[in-house]
């Protein structure tokens, strides 16, 4: 087994650690010959905002990570939809997506009651979920994760190394800025239901796919140096919302 790096101790199951002290980033990434696993305390390498806040009520605390997934992915013709799509090279958990549905009855204006049909779109309502400078936020069990790309990971990627992370099918995440563009575009004209308004980037369905608009597909993924590959990008979806790859780790 290959060790990359030996900066985190504590392996198992993502579950809340009850440690109540100063929290470093601490990671580590190990290869067999069919499994890569990034264990984390979930902690970033990078400054984070105040939690709780307006948005967010939660507040940060250390994980136990172990995200594990096929070291020789294979891409399928079906995408597999996914909640947790990937983790970050310094351990923190990729979770565009959001359980939140427009909800006129709630306080907040939203809540886990789907009945509306529509979804919020975690960086398109950013302040009404409390995400910090990063595009990321806490859950109720403390796990700090990302919903758009963090500008301090974007700044570390140079024209030799662009990945930024592994998806939950084992194919690698990628950052190259305007080079990948998505094939997704709000729709035009107003919605047809309460909340009512015109499609803004609020919810997720204010987006539609169109094949061919940019060069990534329906899940932000394209070939790159002959190998299928992800990408986090600028604009919606900003990470990919399913994946291709035939063995998907579920990871809550």
């Not at 549905?101 to 409390?130: C, H, I, K, T, V």
């Not at 990321?136 to 500008?151: N, S």
């Not at 190259?176 to 094939?183: C, I, K, T």
């Not at 992800?230 to 579920?250: E, H, I, K, M, N």
């Amino acid at each position: 087994m290959k060790i990359k790096s030996l900066a985190f101790a504590g392996l198992g199951v993502l579950a809340l650690a009850t440690a109540a002290f100063a929290i470093s980033n601490q990671v580590r990434v190990t290869e067999s010959s069919d499994m890569r696993c990034i264990s984390s305390n979930g902690y970033p390498d990078h400054s984070i905002g105040q939690f709780p806040n307006s948005g967010n009520p939660h507040s940060i605390s250390a994980q136990s990570i172990q995200f594990c997934v096929t070291a020789t992915p294979e891409k399928t013709s079906r995408a597999t939809e996914v909640e947790t799509v990937g983790i970050a090279e310094n351990g923190v958990i990729i979770r565009p997506g959001t359980a939140d549905y427009y909800d006129a009855s709630s306080p907040r204006g939203f809540s886990r009651d789907g009945s509306s049909g529509w979804n919020l779109e975690g960086m398109g309502a950013s302040e009404l979920l409390g995400l910090d400078q990063n595009n990321a936020h806490v859950d109720q069990r403390g796990l700090y994760h990302y919903h758009g790309v963090p500008p301090t990971l974007a700044a570390t990627v140079t024209n030799e190394d662009t990945r930024i992370g592994w998806a939950a099918d084992g194919f690698e995440i990628h950052y190259v800025g305007d080079n990948a563009r998505p094939s997704y575009q709000l729709k035009s004209g107003t919605r047809s239901t309460a909340p009512g308004g015109t499609y803004d980037g609020t919810y997720n369905e204010d987006f539609e796919y169109v094949r061919g608009l940019g060069n990534l597909d329906e899940c932000n993924g394209a070939m790159l140096n002959g190998t299928y590959t992800y990408f986090a990008t600028d604009t919606y979806p900003f990470y990919p919302r399913c994946l291709y790859g035939s063995q998907v780790t579920v990871f809550r």
